[in-house]
């Protein structure tokens, strides 16, 4: 995946999906240290052919969710807390093309139902760790049973917190990277073997 802002003429090589996101004041053009691990995993855990689900909690420029629709996850759905944010994700949608296959909104992560009609294959986070911390049995609730989750947005001091509170809800480690004071992580539950590809 190439992500790259609307001025760079470099092209992607073949089969590279390519991204034009431009910095604003929405978290997200690819290159923080949770962001890249975030769209590393969006890469590995897409699963040709098959119908997975992504949900991207607390979207920002609305990067994953867009590289989610580009990779062919559906169905794709995006919120933030931030009206802002929703506005720049649905403008960077529109503009690489794929406004129309993500549900995008205004949302909260402490309105997620504990009982979805829906849970996903893959489910983003890239949150505060308080936040990551307080909603957990809401964050958790959204990820399928053969599903993965993706935390990030974590100080290093405060990731084996925020993993040892989602082991205890029955999920285990499978992936992680530490970069500069940031350390980000993938998960699935403890009783599935680990699905990418």
């Known amino acids: 995946m190439l992500v790259k802002p609307s001025w760079s003429a470099r092209r992607g090589r073949r089969g590279q999906v390519v991204l034009v996101v431009d910095p604003g004041l929405s978290f997200g053009t690819g290159h923080h240290p949770t962001t ?19 949900l991207d909690i607390g979207t920002g420029s609305g990067i994953l969710a867009m590289a989610a629709a580009r990779l062919g996850y ?18 960077n949608a529109r503009a690489n093309g794929v406004l129309e296959r993500i549900r995008l909104s205004r949302g909260d992560v402490r ?25 957990r049995d809401r964050i958790v609730a959204q990820v399928a049973k053969e599903g993965c989750l993706v935390l990030a947005g974590i100080l290093r001091s405060e990731f084996e917190q925020v993993v040892n509170h989602y082991k205890a809800a029955g999920l285990r480690l499978v992936a992680s990277r530490a ?9 699935v539950w403890k009783n599935e073997t680990d699905r990418r590809k």
Do not use: K, M, Y
């Open 36 to 54: 890249e691990f975030c769209l590393e995993q969006v890469v590995l855990r897409r699963v040709a052919r098959a119908r997975q689900a992504f």
């Open 74 to 91: 559906r169905p794709v759905t995006a919120f933030d807390c931030d009206p802002e944010a929703v506005r720049v994700a649905r403008a």
């Open 111 to 135: 309105e997620l139902s504990r009982a979805p009609s829906r849970r996903h294959q893959l489910v983003c986070a890239n949150l505060i760790a308080n936040l990551l911390l307080e909603e």
């Open 179 to 187: 970069r500069n004071e940031w350390r980000s992580g993938a998960l």
